[in-house]
């Protein structure tokens, strides 16, 4: 490493030293202005000690790293702790349209008005942006990683890309954003986030997606000629509220027949060129749900079937994953116990709906017909929040607060009903 001293004035040198091509075409270097140096002798001493604060990551510029910098930083030492599927979708906003907009520019100069201009580009139809594509000329499975850990250029190319985005996507770019300025005013590299006071589109509220009791006395009468996993599957979601990964996940370690309890405290992911993993639930939390007699008196034909398939497989029958002792309930045929994916299931589903020619709806879309249900009976908000492994009763009321009317419905016309009786109570004067 060499060190240049460039003359200003009057004991006054700017050193410079190259740091060679960054594999993209860029020289970067390394500056600092110095002063007050009497002889030549003082100026090879500076030169000296700058070469080794640079090459020992001494130097603190990080102000000046492109943005493309800082979010490799944020992305390898900030993101451990968040599931694939949001790192995922993270790495696609990321490359698709907010590095290809901000990639290039120094973090500390990216300013209010330039995450205006961005997120006002995301709201209008076809929004065009140089996005960094996966390259279609190399399988997935030859990709050295994702657009962060990859060690091969080929493995994305740049293309002119056009966008019509929904408000939920374009509020994903604002929480991405967020997380990743805050990063980088936690690590001093800046004194605050430009994305203060930024707006994105309000959200509208849908209704939640659901089955009415004609839909499911429709779906009751298909599943029948279905396979046992399938069906004891599709009732476990209805009578746990549970969700695909959970049910991908659960174990049957944590089920008590003879109780009617069972434990969901994990779930199956699936990550890049790692497989399926488990993890903790959605919320991190929890829960111990009493079952329904419907759902217990299938678990226990499917359990039993389930046995005996382990008794045939023997020891090919696994007792581990990844490291892990294990014994999956929902596994596929042939799969000697191992877990399936979480979106096997949805695929199934929707093969299932259409094959049957009924409504479509999501196959998560089941757990919001378990809350219909209990809320259409008359159960607390607390109890349903509980039953579904919410962290926060808010978030129960976020998401079914429209289905909870109409169950007010309900009890309004109980209540109409009640004071009309009350009416005709002869009052003794």
């Given at each position: 490493m060499q060190c240049e001293a460039q003359w200003l004035s009057k004991g006054t040198y700017k050193l410079i030293i190259s740091l060679g091509n960054d594999g993209s075409g860029r020289y970067p270097r390394k500056t600092k202005q110095i002063e007050g140096i009497k002889n030549k002798g003082q100026l090879e001493e500076a030169k000296a000690g700058f070469i080794y604060e640079v090459s020992h990551g001494l130097i603190d510029d990080q102000g000046a790293m492109l943005f493309r910098d800082l979010v490799k930083d944020w992305y390898t030492n900030h993101l451990n702790d968040k599931s694939p599927r949001t790192i995922e979708g993270y790495e696609s906003n990321l490359r698709l349209r907010i590095i290809p907009t901000f990639g290039l520019m120094r973090t500390d100069k990216i300013e209010k008005y330039h995450i205006r201009r961005f997120f006002d580009k995301l709201q209008q139809p076809d929004c065009e942006f140089?996005?960094?594509?996966?390259?279609?000329?190399?399988?997935?499975?030859?990709?050295?990683?994702?657009?962060?850990t990859s060690t091969d250029q080929n493995d994305f190319i740049i293309k002119k890309q056009k966008y019509n985005l929904s408000a939920k996507s374009i509020d994903n770019h604002k929480i991405c954003m967020n997380s990743i300025f805050s990063y980088a005013v936690y690590k001093g590299w800046r004194k605050d986030s430009p994305m203060k006071g930024v707006k994105t589109p309000k959200i509208k509220k849908m209704r939640p997606e659901i089955y009415d009791r004609k839909d499911l006395a429709a779906l009751f009468q298909v599943l029948e000629s279905e396979p046992l996993l399938w069906r004891t599957i599709v009732w476990f979601a209805i009578g746990t509220g549970a969700r695909e990964g959970e049910i991908a996940g659960f174990d049957r370690r944590y089920m008590n027949l003879d109780k009617g309890l069972a434990l969901i405290c994990q779930a199956a992911i699936r990550v890049k060129k790692q497989g399926v993993k488990i993890k903790s639930t959605k919320s991190g939390n929890e829960r111990i749900n009493n079952l329904p007699s419907f759902v217990i008196q299938l678990l226990e034909l499917y359990d039993a079937a389930h046995e005996a398939d382990k008794d045939a497989a023997g020891d090919t029958w696994i007792k581990?994953?990844?490291?892990?002792?294990?014994?999956?309930?929902?596994?596929?045929?042939?799969?000697?116990?191992?877990?399936?994916?979480?979106?096997?299931?949805?695929?199934?589903?929707?093969?299932?709906?259409?094959?049957?020619?009924?409504?479509?709806?999501?196959?998560?879309?089941?757990?919001?017909?378990?809350?219909s249900l209990l809320i259409d009976e008359g159960d607390s908000m607390k109890a349903i929040s509980e039953r579904v492994g919410h962290a926060k009763i808010d978030t129960t009321m976020d998401i079914y607060g429209q289905l909870f009317e109409t169950g007010n419905e309900r009890s309004a016309r109980l209540l109409d009903k009640a004071i009309s009786e009350i009416k005709k109570v002869p009052i003794k004067k």
């Open positions: 140089n996005s960094i594509l996966m390259n279609p000329d190399i399988k997935s499975k030859d990709r050295t990683g994702d657009y962060f581990e994953w990844k490291g892990e002792p294990c014994d999956f309930l929902f596994t596929p045929d042939g799969s000697f116990g191992r877990p399936m994916r979480p979106e096997s299931i949805s695929q199934w589903w929707r093969r299932f709906l259409k094959r049957k020619n009924l409504k479509h709806i999501k196959f998560h879309a089941l757990r919001h017909t378990s809350v």
